[in-house]
């Protein structure tokens, strides 16, 4: 299933390999070293009530490539200039990465979706459509995202995965319209982590690479702890009781990219992929 599935990786992936803008130019606020170098190291930074700041442009660290190889044998078959999936997060390839085919819990009536988009190699991931990556791609994908807090508002732009998203922290409730590419979202303090409720998810992205289907029964919480100045950790649970059986949750670590910023991105000025994939 894997070297169907990495067809939709290469074409998501596809938006990883611009150039950020301004690259390189000294940031205000940034701590450094001696030598003039962020300090990824330094006290996590708070806003003025004393809250940890998430705002920077982060992206999600990869899996060590000899980890990928093992999860997903001949993974690095696919490799070529300027994307190797054996440096991606294995989230992004497989949301159930290290659980047993036969207790991945998706429903059985789901299982032939899966199967589907493995067998005509994942050539209608939306991405290949110049459609949305969703929750967790569009956050696996090693591509740039600003995160801008406010005081009652945490605001991210993605680099062409996905647009943008609004965590409102100002306590209101959940008032679902019609659904969402990215659902609706609002987030509350829990100490020093940020936990993100989101409901209201449209059913039309994948969960992973693979092909993962999700319904829009689907909820997700996410916590957010910035441990220190150039590090978030991030736990992902997701409970869809249209496509699974139980809950199941990630983890992964975002690093800060201090002195640049995330660039324009509009997938279909130059798109080159689909032609391709609608030849196989």
Known sequence: MLRHAVIAVLCTAAVATADAQWHNYPAAGIPRTKDGK???SAPTPRTADGKPDLSGVWVTDGTPPEENERLFPGVGDFAVPGDDPRAFNKFFLNVFAGYKNEDVPIKPDKLPI???????????????HCLPAGVPMGDLL??????????NLLVILYEGANPQRMI????????LEQPAWLGYSVGKWEGDTLVVDSRGFND??????????RTEAMHSVERYTRRDFGHVDVQMTFDDPGAYTKPFSIKFTQTLHPDTDVIESICNENEKDRVHLDAK
């Open 168 to 175: 409102y922290l100002d306590g209101r409730k959940h008032v």
């Open 204 to 213: 039309r992205t994948w969960l992973d690479a693979f092909g993962h289907p």
């Open 142 to 151: 090693p591509i740039p995202r600003r995160f801008i807090q406010l005081p």
């Open 38 to 40: 962020p300090n990824l």
């Open 114 to 128: 899966l199967l589907e988009r493995a067998k005509t190699m994942g050539k209608d991931n939306p991405t290949s």
